[in-house]
Structure formats: C-alpha cells, structure tokens
C-alpha cells in the first residue's frame, strides 16, 4: 500500500469510525438540494464536455434508477467518469452499500467489467498509479503542500488520480467529501490558508483554498478526454492469452525465481485458470500454485492463486493476489503479487509468452566479483540448445565460460572465470542468439548498502486484527565510475544476507520502544510485530507501538570494515478499516 495511505491509516481508522456513524442515518435526506444527491437524478445541464455513453442493458437497468439517461445515451455522473476495475469496485460497493442498490454477485461483476472495459484508464494512464493496485508501499510525490493537506491527510494522491473526470464531476465529487466528512475543514480542506491578521502572503504565492488548488491540479492531471483513452478504446482487443508463459522475478527475503506459467481461457469467456511452478534458486525449494484470473480493459491482469502446499513461515507464499499490466502487443505481464493481512509480503514478477526458438530468463546470482575464479553459474531458460560447449556461451568481458556441467532445455549449469581487471558494471547473458539483457553486475567491491524499503510500515496484531509484518533487505551498491555514492552510475548487486537487529530511534525521554515494538530476526531481516492492545508492563500501560531503526550489518570477503545501512521502522497500531478491493480478482 502507498507510504502515504498507510501513514494516515490512525486518521483513516477515526474517519471510518465516524464514517460508519454517519451511514446509520438514511442517506438521502442528507443532501442539501445542489448535493451530489440530486446531480444523480437528473441528467447534467449544459455539461462542458461529451460524456461516454453507456450501451449496457444491465447497467442501464441496475444503475437508471437514479442515474438518468440522456438522450445521446449518457448516463448521469456514470458517462462522465472514468477509473481502474478497483475505483468501480468502490463505487459500486458504495452504490450498495449507501443507496441501498440491489445487486447480485454475478450482475456486480458483469457492470464492473463493463465500466472497467468502456470507462476505464488507457494502460499509460494506469502505469503512473500502478503500485496502488499493487500495493506497493512508496513515497508518494505529491504536487504540492496544498494537495498534501487537502486530500493526501486522508488517502493517497494515487485515490484520485486513478480517476478520470468532467469538471463537474470533480466538482461533485469534492462536494460528497464534504456531505460525508464535514470535519474536512478541520483539514483547511475550504479555508484559504491566509487568515485575517495573518502578515501579508509572499507575492505569487497562491491564496486559493487548498480544496481549488487541488480541483484546477485534477482538472488538468485527471481530465475526462485523453488521446491515450481515445487511441486505446479504438484499438483494446480481447486478451487471447491460451498457452505457456515463462516467469521471472524477484521476492525480497528469498532472491531471484524463475518458472512457467500455463494459462488457458476459461470457455464461458470469465477470465483464465493457472498452473504455476517457480523455482528459487537460493534454496532451489520449489512452488505450486492454481488460480484465476480476469484481464479488465484489454491490459488489466487481476488474478488469484493458491500454493498446493501452504507454506509454515508468514512470508512463504499462500494464497496470493495478482495485479499486472498486459503490454499492448500481447507478450507480456508485468507487476506484483502479494500477500498478508497488508499484503505487505509480495514478488516482483515479468511474465513472457513462451516462445518457438531459446529464452533466456536469467541466472541465478546478482553479481559475480572480479578475480573470482571457477563459480558455479545456472542459467534458467526456456527451450535451451542441447550439447553446448563454453564458446556457445558468453557472459560479457571480462568473464570466460570454463565448462559446461549440466545442461537441461530449462537450466544450464556452467563454470565461470571473472578476470581481476574485469571492468564493473551489468552484463547481458547469452546462449547462440538467445540473450538475457543486464543478467548480473560485475563488481570489484561493495560501496555501501542501503535498506528496503526505506521507511517501511509494520502493524501490531494478534486476535482479531492480523499482524502486519515487514521483510528487510540490504541490497549492495558499487559506486561506479563516478566513485559518488548515490548517483545514477551507481551499480546495484542485490541483496546479501546481512546481520539484523533494532536500535532505539530516540524521539522521547527515556525512550524504550525496542523493548515492546517486535522482534527482527537476526539472519533473515523479517520483522515480526508485538501484540496489539495496551500492554501493562509499559509506561502507562501504552499499546506496543513505536519507531526504531532496522539496522543491517556486513561484512564483505576481503574486506576488513563492515558496512552497515538502516531505515527507519514505524510500528503502528493494526488498521481497523481497509479500502482494498480483493474482488476484482474473482
Ligand atoms: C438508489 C439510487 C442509486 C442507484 C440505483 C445507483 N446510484 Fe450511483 N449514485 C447515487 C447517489 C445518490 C450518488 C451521489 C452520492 C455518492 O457519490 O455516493 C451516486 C454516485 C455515483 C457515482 C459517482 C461516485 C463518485 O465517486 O463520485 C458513480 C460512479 C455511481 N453512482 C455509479 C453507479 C452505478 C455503476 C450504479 C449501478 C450499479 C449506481 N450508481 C446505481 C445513487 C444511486
Ligand atoms: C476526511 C478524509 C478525506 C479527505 C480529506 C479526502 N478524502 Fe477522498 N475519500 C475518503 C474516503 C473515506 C473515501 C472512500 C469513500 C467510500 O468509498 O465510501 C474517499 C474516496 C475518494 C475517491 C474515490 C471515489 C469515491 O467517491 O469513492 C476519490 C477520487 C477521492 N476520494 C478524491 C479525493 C480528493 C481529490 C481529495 C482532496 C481534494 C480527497 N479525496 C480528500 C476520505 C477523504
């Protein structure tokens, strides 16, 4: 989930609260006569702009109660919106939820694939918003300080730029934030920032209310019409995905994994089964996995699959949740699966169609040093030659292909030199005219490490609310030519298996949240948190919540100083309220 969304999730969980008091009351008559409300019922006077016109009998008849037909065929506020399959999950869940609209399971996911299809976001529009689907958590960069307090106080930037609207509709929109969370303005959500008595404001700085500043920011960034929408309707074809499909990727904790996916349409056209098996070359453990899935507005890969073996750890995979995006040609999937009560554990995955001839995907270690001499070196891939010899194999300069030790149509084992004088940086990896780009790094030492994520988030739990767990990971960095830490020539080696433990983050007196917080296992860097709820042995009886630093040491072969990174760990209390929306997936 987004860094921000969940900072704000203490906040979220009292709006929610509040929320859910504010729906006991019947919805309706809470609407002044310009509300949101009203907008509905009639159809929009004069828009500004051509809406999209719904040509669906179901959703016509579900959703025309209240929203009313035009007659170029536009629905009211439905024809002049557009977002990602989880956005119409969440209205429609509001829509049943808050309007008392009747839907059965079956009708919801037909109207939310059809919205998602003919209502949705062009695939260059989704990718900026990705990680949100994703639920990656990440810095979000916001415009501006006004948008900050005005809209990021409650959820991520990346809530409303999953939409795209009208200018009345964005409008609509702000006005149901404040019919639903009137305490909005104790956020100076409305109020200018410059008060009376306040000392004069910089010259050019900007005095609107933060609420205008964030409507003109969407009206350009979240506009209705786009030539990307315009040229991605036109050209959307059904997925046609039938057939194997070769898998790569990385999970922090475990390393790199390679495997194949076998997908097969479902004939009443309701999306695709799965058959997967990775295989992870760090403790070459293996894994199984069905599933499901459904591929929304032509790109849109919304999947779920379950391991045929549940794993004992909580980072080993389960049952997890799949979001991809389909390139535009068809051969590729690309994005995260994830799991956890926060979905705070989850894979990095690039998925290709398999193809007639070689693949590469990749090998099995991140960097290899200069001067090492007779590694061992597996190379995964698909349909690889038969009877190789080392001078059909070719790992770049510097390095020279010994032997070849083994060899299968998936993985070839092979002997590796890496000169003394080898010169630092990526290297393609390839067998004939088979290549795999940027495979590994040559490095001749480690510069400095650094943690991810950076500034993570973790949840206490236990009965009822789910722990929130966080994997660390120091990866390794070379300084590159450059010999500057921290800029772009730097040279990533991946990750080494450091030493972890935690340090006291001093923000108060006699600061003791080490003692409370979790415990961070030494060798693995999983951070596993303490029991929710207040705790007795502590000051004041206070909840196990706290900030430290997770800190990783290592010390690298022939070198004689360790190095050591840290990010700074928050340990908040579990979110009592969520605004997934796992659906899409079934
Ligand atoms: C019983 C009346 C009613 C029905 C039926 C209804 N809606 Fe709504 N809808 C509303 C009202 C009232 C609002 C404005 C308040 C709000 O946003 O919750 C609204 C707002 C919306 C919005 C704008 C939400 C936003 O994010 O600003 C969307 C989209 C929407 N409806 C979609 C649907 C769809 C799709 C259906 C059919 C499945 C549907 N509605 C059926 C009453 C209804
Ligand atoms: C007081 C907290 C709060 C603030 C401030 C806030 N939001 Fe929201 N917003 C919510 C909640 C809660 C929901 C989910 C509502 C639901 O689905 O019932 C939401 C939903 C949304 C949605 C999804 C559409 C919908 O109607 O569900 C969009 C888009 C959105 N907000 C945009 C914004 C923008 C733009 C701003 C700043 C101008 C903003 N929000 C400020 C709490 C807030």
């Known amino acids: 989930m987004a860094r921000r969304d969940r900072l ?33 019922s009639k159809p929009a006077e ?6 999209f016109p719904v040509n ?7 959703c025309g109660g209240c929203h009313a037909t035009d007659a170029k065929g536009n629905m009211s506020r439905i024809s002049w919106i557009r977002t990602t399959p989880e956005g119409w999950e969440e209205a429609i869940k509001r829509m049943v939820r808050l309007h008392s609209v009747a839907l059965d399971p079956s009708d919801a996911r037909k109207i939310l694939h059809y919205l998602s299809d003919e209502h949705g976001l062009a695939p260059e529009e989704a990718k900026p918003v990705e990680y949100f689907p994703e639920n990656r958590m990440i810095d979000e960069r916001v415009p501006s300080e006004a948008i900050t307090r005005s809209c990021v106080a409650c959820h991520a930037l990346a809530k409303p730029l999953s939409w795209r609207r009208s200018p009345e509709d964005w409008k609509l929109l702000i006005n149901t934030h404040i019919a639903f969370f009137p305490w909005v303005d104790s956020l100076n959500f409305q109020r200018p920032p410059q008060r009376p008595g306040d000392p004069p404001p910089p010259s050019g700085s900007d005095t609107r209310a933060p609420v205008e500043q964030a409507l003109a920011y969407l009206n350009q960034a979240g506009s209705l019409h786009s030539a990307e929408w315009a040229d991605w309707h036109a050209r959307m074809r059904s997925p046609k995905l039938d057939g194997r499909w070769l898998v790569s990727g990385t999970q922090p904790g475990k390393g790199k994994f390679f495997g194949a996916v076998e997908i097969a ?55 997890t949740r799949e979001v991809m995006m389909l390139s535009k040609d068809q051969s590729r999937l690309e994005g995260r699966w994830f799991w956890g009560a926060y979905q705070e554990f989850g ?9 007639d001839g070689s693949t590469i995907l990749g090998i099995d270690k991140f960097a290899l ?84 994520p950076q500034t993570p988030l973790s949840h206490l739990g236990g009965d009822p609310h789910a722990k929130g767990y966080c994997q660390l990971e120091a990866i390794a960095y070379a300084n590159g030519p450059d010999s500057k830490p921290n ?71 022939g070198s004689d100083q360790p190095l050591t990174a840290r990010s700074y760990l928050v340990v908040a209390i579990p979110q009592y309220m969520r605004w997934d929306q796992p659906e899409v997936a079934q």
């Open 8 to 40: 704000s999730s203490l906040h979220r969980s009292t709006t929610a609260l509040l929320l859910v008091v504010w729906l006991a009351f019947s919805a309706r008559s809470l609407f002044p006569q310009d509300s949101p409300a009203a907008a509905t």
């Open 46 to 51: 004069s828009p500004s702009e051509n809406g």
């Open 56 to 62: 669906n009998a179901l959703v016509v008849s579900k």
């Open 265 to 319: 349409a479902i004939p009443t056209g309701d999306g695709f089964t799965t058959k997967t098996k990775l295989t992870f070359p760090a403790d070459n453990s293996t894994v199984t996995a069905s599933g499901k899935a459904i591929v929304y507005t032509g790109y849109a890969w919304r999947g779920r699959s379950t391991t045929d073996k549940a794993g004992a750890a909580p980072n080993d995979l389960s049952t």
């Open 347 to 355: 894979m990095d995955v690039e998925m290709r169609r398999a193809l």
């Open 369 to 452: 040093k200069t001067g090492s001499f007779a590694s061992e070196v597996q190379i995964y891939g698909d349909r690889l030659p038969a009877n190789l010899s080392p001078s059909d194999i070719d790992l770049g300069v510097g390095t020279s292909v010994k032997k070849v030790v083994s060899s299968t149509p998936t993985l070839v084992k092979i002997i590796v030199d890496v000169a003394t004088n080898a010169m630092p940086g990526k290297r393609d990896v390839a067998i004939r005219a088979a290549v795999a780009p940027g495979a590994f790094a040559v490095y001749d030492h480690i510069d400095y490490l650094k943690v991810s």
């Open 487 to 557: 800029t772009a020539d730097d040279i990533e080696l991946g990750p080494v298996n450091a030493k972890w433990k935690l340090e006291e983050f001093v923000a108060t007196m006699g600061d003791d949240d080490i003692d409370f917080v979790g415990t961070l296992d030494a060798n693995s860097g999983l951070f596993a948190p303490a029991l929710d709820g207040p705790n007795p042995k502590r000051k004041f009886g206070r909840n196990n919540y706290g900030d430290v630093w997770a800190v990783a040491t290592f010390k690298s072969a």
